[in-house]
């Protein structure tokens, strides 16, 4: 995609794109969301984030994102292009398609002609060509959900934090927007950390698991995943695919007392 | 309290104009407030005629007479729409101030925390002030003529615009306003693309709950003040002391057909700028 950079480029190339050591949030309340969790993104990494819910998931990407800094530990984010897609698609209702995924480049300054173009490919990219001028309420919830991908997309994010964004789908469309999303992450090149609580949506995306307990967040395990890229749909029935999603649930109920 | 609870725009499958479902909606709104009319024209008729002796029966005139005597007599009707056309000019620029004002004064709420702490309570009194008992008082500051009456119009008015904007500006969704904070956006820029038009659907309902006010306040002013060139307020005040009851009659329902009219048009005006993207049926 010939999506320009914003003008601060990271200084430094190295591999690792985000790192976390020994990251604790504790919010004003007192209640602990997180504790002690070392987590690294590397370029070409898709990162997926299981947990129960409240076990501060969510916390994860709001520090990386710079929303919610953290009381404790280090953050590094090498990269000032981030995506963030957020659990509602949280478009603007009285925007069409096309003016909703224009925003951020509209936010960052980027003229109106520039900016037009970016969208219209990111448009593209997510399979909404022709409904540039639809607005949000027309649109079903996978519509909504793909308008906020092309959204994020026109940042050409070198990083891009998903916050179960699919959570609120039906399972056709959530299996659609996951091949997707795959193809996207092998096209357009971007790191990837998703948060979800789908023990198969989590295997079937991801280079690599890592799984939290109950709250405080605590990273309980870490799994690989070898599946080659693009991930044929097919994988989801086999033996090891299975026996992977076996082990992620278990250390699921481990970390969860 | 006067405030509008914008719900969440659903996802409604859209009906084309024309199809049975539609019209036969749309006849099942209007009848039955139809049917409301024909009994209360039937009750009074009954009222008058049948309850009220002649010599009473200028208590409550019949619906015709107040045609016949009023409406249709040219030197009453040219009455009526002067002091019409001076109550709307009171109630619009009154409205006018208060819309203004008001959505000023919301701002400036939303934009810093203390002006809300220390301002929103006199929104809150104001409110709660029975604007009567100011109107002499008002009247021995600015006079009885018309900057008084504007300024009794905006003091009934001001509140839904004030409590509608504010609660339309801070009720944005916590995830587009992050959005916004991600792309280090300024306050003004997550005033204008975020905060206002949000905020629009809930200034609407405020504009339509000030109009039906403001004219109430025109005609209060103008009913207390009785000075200066009459209004429909002072028209009414006239007719009642010389008991002319279908002269009384015909401003009365004037006055009342005034309010629907603005309140309807400020309600079609909403519709029109952002019924596009928000479904005001849920409120």
């Known amino acids: 995609m010939t999506i320009a950079a914003p003008p601060v480029a990271p200084a430094t190339k190295t591999d690792q794109l985000l790192n976390f050591q020994d990251v604790a949030m504790t919010f004003p309340n007192g209640t602990t969301a997180l504790s002690g969790v070392d987590l690294t993104v590397d370029r070409g990494e898709f990162v997926t984030v299981v947990g129960p819910s409240?076990?501060?998931k969510s916390t994860l990407l709001r520090?990386?994102?710079g929303l919610t800094p953290a009381t404790e530990g280090l953050t590094e984010v090498d990269t000032t292009r981030i995506g963030y897609v957020f659990q509602d698609a949280t478009l603007l209702p009285w925007r069409d398609v096309q003016s909703n995924v224009e925003l951020l480049a509209e936010l960052n300054g980027v003229p109106k002609a520039k900016r037009r173009v970016t969208a219209k490919e990111a448009i593209d990219l997510v399979g909404l060509t022709g409904f540039e001028k639809h607005l949000p309420k027309t649109l079903s919830g996978g519509m909504r959900m793909r308008t906020s991908l092309a959204r994020s997309l026109t940042l050409d994010p070198e990083l891009f934090l998903f916050d179960e964004p699919f959570g609120a789908l039906d399972e056709i469309t959530r299996e659609r927007l996951n091949d997707e999303l795959i193809k996207l992450f092998t096209e357009q090149q971007f790191a990837g950390l998703f948060i979800t609580h789908s023990v198969s949506e989590a295997v079937y995306l991801s280079t690599k698991v890592v799984v939290m307990s109950g709250?405080?967040?605590?990273?309980?395990?870490t799994f690989p995943v070898d599946f080659p890229f693009p991930r044929d749909p097919e994988i989801r029935f086999t033996a090891e695919f299975a026996e992977l999603c076996g082990k992620v649930s278990?250390?699921?109920?481990?970390?969860?007392? | 309290m006067t405030v509008a609870t914008p719900a969440a725009p659903k996802n409604r499958t859209i009906m084309r104009p024309g199809t049975v479902k539609t019209s036969r909606r749309k006849s099942a709104t209007w009848v039955p407030p139809l049917l409301v009319a024909l009994g209360i024209i039937a009750v009074w008729y009954l009222v008058s005629y049948v309850f009220l002796d002649e010599q009473r029966r200028f208590l409550l005139p019949p619906p015709h007479e107040i045609f016949t005597d009023a409406f249709f007599q040219p030197d009453v009707i040219s009455d009526i729409m002067v002091a019409l056309g001076r109550t709307a000019v009171v109630a619009l620029v009154g409205l006018a101030i208060a819309i203004v004002l008001g959505v000023a004064w919301a701002v400036a709420m939303s934009q810093a925390r203390w002006i809300e702490r220390s301002t929103f309570p006199y929104a809150v009194i104001l409110q709660c002030i029975p604007i009567l008992a100011l109107v002499p008082l008002i009247g021995f500051w600015f006079g009885f003529d018309y900057p008084a009456r504007i300024i009794v119009c905006i003091m009934i008015a001001l509140f839904p615009m004030v409590s509608n904007t504010l609660f339309g500006l801070q009720s944005v969704d916590k995830g587009q306003r992050e959005l916004f904070q991600l792309q280090k956006a300024g306050r003004w820029t997550v005033l204008t693309k975020l905060e206002?038009?949000?905020?629009l659907p809930a200034i609407f309902a405020g504009m339509r709950i000030s109009a039906g006010l403001a004219v109430v306040g025109a005609i209060v002013g103008d009913y207390f003040f009785r000075r200066g060139e009459p209004g429909l307020g002072s028209l009414i005040s006239n007719y009642q002391s010389r008991v002319q009851s279908a002269e009384l009659f015909a401003a009365i329902i004037t006055a009342s057909l005034f309010g629907v009219v603005i309140f309807a048009f400020f309600g079609w005006l909403g519709k029109r700028v952002v019924g596009k993207w928000y479904d005001?049926?849920?409120?």
Do not use: W
């Open chain 1, 215 to 221: 709250r405080p967040g605590k990273i309980v395990d």
């Open chain 1, 250 to 257: 278990h250390a699921l109920r481990e970390g969860h007392h």
């Open chain 1, 54 to 56: 409240g076990c501060g």
């Open chain 2, 196 to 199: 206002f038009p949000a905020a």
């Open chain 1, 63 to 65: 520090i990386a994102s």
């Open chain 2, 280 to 283: 005001f049926s849920a409120s």
